[in-house]
């Protein structure tokens, strides 16, 4: 019969393996690393999100832009404008950000997206605006 290092012998058709409270172990390590690292990846997500937020901004400026060059006047209509909002995540869709036209005259005009998400569960909706000078600012940080 064949022995291992320590003299024990190997039975047949046996092989060694790691212990279930080895596996256990290394695994509830695995798991605290996870749970250490995952909070510090909110500011990426949220910033990555955000991204979908300027760009359906910066269009809503560019088709403001066209309408006045038109119209000689902003609008609060989408369809005047042609803007097609895509299906938020309230309503089936993936969107996370809610377009609104908060304000047009004349000269002016400004617009917001406020996620329907909140990404720290802070409370608190990030929010961003442009107006008709192309002034894209978060208002609301979460």
Known sequence: ??????????????L????????????CIIGILIYLVVPN???????AKSIEAQNM???IHGLE?????????YTQDFDELGFEHALTIDKGGQAVYKIEIIESSMNTFKATATSLQDFDGDGNY???MIDQD????????D
Not at 19 to 25: A, C, H, K, N, R
Not at 41 to 47: A, G, I, N, R
């Open 1 to 14: 019969m064949k022995t291992t290092l320590n003299e024990q012998p190997i039975k047949k058709g046996h």
């Open 16 to 27: 060694h393996a790691y212990s279930m409270t080895e596996i256990l172990g290394v695994l």
């Open 41 to 47: 990846q909110t500011s990426v997500v949220v910033s």
């Open 57 to 59: 901004l910066s269009m």
């Open 65 to 73: 832009r066209s309408h006045f060059y038109r119209y000689s006047r």
């Open 126 to 128: 990030n929010t961003w």
């Open 134 to 141: 192309r002034m894209l600012k978060e208002t609301v940080r």
